[in-house]
């Protein structure tokens, strides 16, 4: 019981609440840009130097989901501890190693604000993955054969590979010290703004596939519901900012958006 409900049924609200924030994110990502990187501004309350505020947002990925995966019943079982090792594979680079090999930060702040909400959400969403994967959700050693597990992997292994190579690519833009912005060339950036956002977005969706739960699909669905429509501000701030941008290059998915 969890406040007086079954988990059961207090993991399903939580659920489907991730699915209904995703819904709210996505409206308010399409009216008003979250004020951190590019479009970073003042007016959103007191800051913090972006490298913190960005492992103070991520932490609950790794150490909330770690935590509360250990509370389950399942939590030895050979299938839950390979998504477990999925899960961390990504998010312990990206909470402890990505906001340090970023190049150009040095004085650079994040508001506070959009921290703190990003813990929460993350904090929920490290619940009801973690809960779902080591407790509520049965998986015997032979999911590992599972076509849906295979195919899952591989979306996320591809995606991780494009996310991470996307991600390459910006930071090598600059050289040691140098700040500012230049546009990026070569393979998927000749399609698309932001293969990094497209990559994510196709790792999450291989995790609901290998999961093949609601939790995983929510979460699939919040990421591109996030990110995707920042590609499109994104793609509308290169336009401004450099008269040369490549005006055939989609936002997001290659010959569509």
């Known amino acids: ?17 991730e699915l209904g924030l995703a819904v709210l994110t996505m409206i308010s990502v399409f009216i008003i840009s979250a004020p951190y990187g590019r479009h970073m501004r003042g007016g ?4 913090v130097n972006s490298r913190a505020g960005w492992i103070i947002m991520e932490f609950p990925t790794v150490l909330v989901f770690g935590g509360i995966y250990l509370l389950g019943d ?3 079982d050979l299938v839950p501890l390979m998504l477990l090792s999925i899960w961390q594979f990504h998010y312990i680079r990206r909470t402890f190693i990505y906001p340090f090999l970023l190049r150009g930060q040095k004085g650079k702040t994040m508001p506070q604000s959009i921290a703190l909400t990003a813990v929460v959400f993350n904090s929920l969403n490290a619940y009801v993955n973690a809960r779902w994967i080591s407790h509520l959700g049965i998986y015997t050693d032979d999911w590992l054969t599972h076509p849906a597990f295979i195919a ?3 979306v996320f292994l591809t995606g991780w590979g494009i996310n991470t190579w996307a991600d390459r690519v910006l930071r090598d833009l600059r050289a040691p010290g140098e700040t500012g912005y230049k546009i990026p060339r070569g393979g998927l950036y000749e399609y698309v703004t932001c293969p990094n956002y497209l ?7 291989g995790w609901a596939l290998a999961t093949l739960s609601l939790p995983g699909l ?6 591109a519901a996030n990110i995707g429509p920042r ?6 701030w290169y336009l401004e900012k450099f008269p040369d941008y490549p005006k055939k290059r989609k936002r997001l998915i290659p010959f569509i958006w």
């Open 218 to 223: 929510a979460f699939a669905i919040y990421t």
């Open 1 to 17: 019981m969890i406040f007086g409900i079954p988990e059961l049924d207090f993991h399903s609200y939580a659920t489907w609440l």
């Open 152 to 154: 899952g992997l591989v």
């Open 231 to 236: 590609a499109g501000t994104n793609h509308a």
């Open 74 to 76: 399942h939590k030895f």
């Open 199 to 205: 990559g994510e977005i196709i790792e999450w969706f």
């Open 44 to 47: 959103w309350g007191p800051e």
